[in-house]
């Protein structure tokens, strides 16, 4: 079945400093990739989406990598501010009667000062 | 809008007592859906609604229970709780098209003892 996954449950960046979270996910028929963010007690918030007819894709301090190849997307962001601070998850639509999210563990970024 | 509410916010049930967990969206969503968040752990799909009246399983139904009157609320029914059911609850809604972002409410942390 479909899956995604997360290579490291945390992740530490001095503050101003670029971070890189990966995903890997096991279908290569996925077409479509979401990245969530997770505040402390909030829940889930839209950051960035991408298609499989897409490599790369830019938001507001955010891009999205996307390695058909290998199966790996990964959310680089810039100039990480204290903000940034949360869970950050990779997630896959699974259309079944309905749009389904499938959820990675999640990796938590910690923004030192 | 208001978005995605859920009430209630926090509640600490005893083992085999019942409860209801409320969500109710004011963006005129058709989905809606109820997942669950264990403690490190990425979100797991309970039951899906695409519409007043229709209703649907997810990854981990059992102990759970739905009903969709209006196309506004989507309430959850906890019959006999179970400390496996110690858990955040999120709600989320969104239309019904491919690729459309799911909207979350901030949740209802949920303890059985």
């Known amino acids: 079945g479909e899956s995604v996954g997360l290579h490291l449950p945390t992740l530490s960046v001095q503050e101003g400093d670029n971070s890189i979270i990966n995903c890997a996910y096991s279908n290569s028929a996925s077409d479509y990739f979401i990245w969530y963010k997770q505040e402390s007690g909030k829940g889930p918030q839209f950051i960035i989406d991408?298609?499989?007819?897409?490599d790369k894709r830019q938001g507001q301090r955010v891009t999205v990598l996307l390695n058909k190849t290998v199966k790996h997307l990964s959310l680089q962001i810039a100039a990480t501010q204290p903000g940034d601070s949360a869970v950050y998850f990779c997630?896959?639509?699974?259309?079944?009667?309905?749009?389904?999210?499938?959820f990675g563990q999640g990796t938590r970024l910690t923004i030192n000062p | 809008n208001a978005g995605v509410t859920q009430t209630p916010k926090f509640r600490i049930l005893k083992i085999g007592q019942s409860m209801t967990l409320q969500c109710a969206q004011d963006?005129?969503?058709?989905?809606m859906y109820w997942y669950r968040q264990d403690p490190g752990m990425g979100l797991k799909l309970i039951y899906y609604?695409?519409?007043?009246?229709?209703?649907d399983k997810g990854e981990v139904p059992n102990g759970y229970n739905v009903s969709r009157s209006t196309t506004e609320d989507f309430p959850l029914r906890l019959e006999l709780a179970a400390p496996s059911q110690t858990s955040v609850y999120f709600c989320?809604?969104?239309?019904?098209?491919?690729?459309?972002?799911?909207?979350f409410g901030p949740g209802t942390r949920l303890t059985v003892l």
């Open positions: 963006m005129n969503h058709n989905y």
């Open positions: 991408i298609r499989s007819n897409m």
């Open positions: 997630a896959e639509p699974i259309i079944q009667g309905a749009q389904k999210l499938v």
């Open positions: 989320a809604s969104s239309y019904p098209f491919q690729g459309d972002t799911q909207y």
């Open positions: 609604s695409v519409g007043a009246g229709i209703t």
